[in-house]
């Protein structure tokens, strides 16, 4: 088992951005997001359930999931929202365990934006690496990269854990609230912190 880092981070934060840093290393990603949108995609393996749960009017035409009515529905009404994640949730868990035993990379990173709201996600990584920056930075930088308003990105923001208990909890935090140099820097830092701790890992008795 290789060591597992579990990045994450509010909406906004620039996991993504990091996540392309660590890549950049040879890293392997484990991204969470992306397993969602491949399981509703058209003929994807959650359809059917989202389909006999929901309706047909949330599958666009096409046979994929209806992304922005599902997103305005689950943040209206939190029994949806878990109803949802119900369908989701094991599904992706299932993915990120089978892509964990094709690693091939000194460490790993798994990124799961909701991973200190997921206990079972939680258990599978070693340590916790968020991606911090201010409510503010948070809010502008998700207006100018997508079409939702403020008021969507609040809704947003509140399901997720406050960012205090989300810096209370990590392990290893990067401050992204500068340019992308000062961002790049930091990963490098942990790049070789990770590593080191790897190789440790590696060296300790079963």
Same mark, same amino acid.
């Given at each position: 088992m290789p060591l597992i880092i579990g990045l994450t981070g509010g909406i906004g934060c620039g996991k993504s951005m990091a996540t392309k840093y660590f890549a950049a290393h040879g890293?392997?990603?484990?991204?969470?997001?992306?397993?969602?949108?491949e399981l509703t995609l058209p003929g994807g393996k959650a359809m059917s359930l989202i389909k006999k749960t929901f309706g047909t009017s949330?599958?666009?035409?096409?046979?994929?999931?209806?992304?922005?009515?599902?997103?305005?529905?689950?943040?209206?009404?939190?029994?949806?929202?878990?109803?949802?994640?119900?369908?989701?949730?094991?599904?992706?868990?299932?993915?990120?365990?089978?892509?964990?035993?094709l690693?091939?990379?000194?460490?790993?990173?798994?990124?799961?934006?909701?991973?200190?709201?997921?206990?079972?996600f939680q258990e599978l990584v070693h340590r916790?690496?968020?991606? $911090?920056?201010? #409510?503010?930075?948070? /809010?502008?930088? @998700?207006?100018?990269?997508? =079409?939702? $308003?403020?008021? #969507?990105?609040?809704? /947003?923001?509140? @399901?997720?854990?406050?960012? =205090?208990?989300?810096?209370?909890?990590?392990d290893d935090i990067i401050i992204n609230d500068q340019d992308l140099d000062h961002l790049q820097k930091q990963v490098e830092r942990l790049h070789l912190k990770y590593l080191a701790l790897s190789k440790d890992k590696l060296n300790k008795p079963a």
């Open positions: 890293i392997d990603i484990i991204d969470t997001d992306e397993i969602a949108h949330f599958i666009s035409k096409d046979g994929s999931l209806d992304r922005g009515k599902m997103r305005k529905l689950v943040f209206l009404n939190p029994i949806f929202k878990n109803e949802l994640e119900a369908i989701l949730h094991p599904l992706i868990y299932q993915e990120v365990v089978r892509r964990i035993q690693t091939t990379s000194a460490y790993l990173l798994i990124v799961v934006p909701l991973l200190l709201e997921a206990k079972a916790i690496l968020v991606i $911090d920056c201010t #409510e503010q930075l948070q /809010i502008s930088r @998700t207006i100018a990269r997508s =079409k939702l $308003d403020e008021q #969507e990105i609040h809704a /947003i923001m509140a @399901t997720q854990v406050s960012r =205090k208990e989300r810096l209370m909890q990590a």
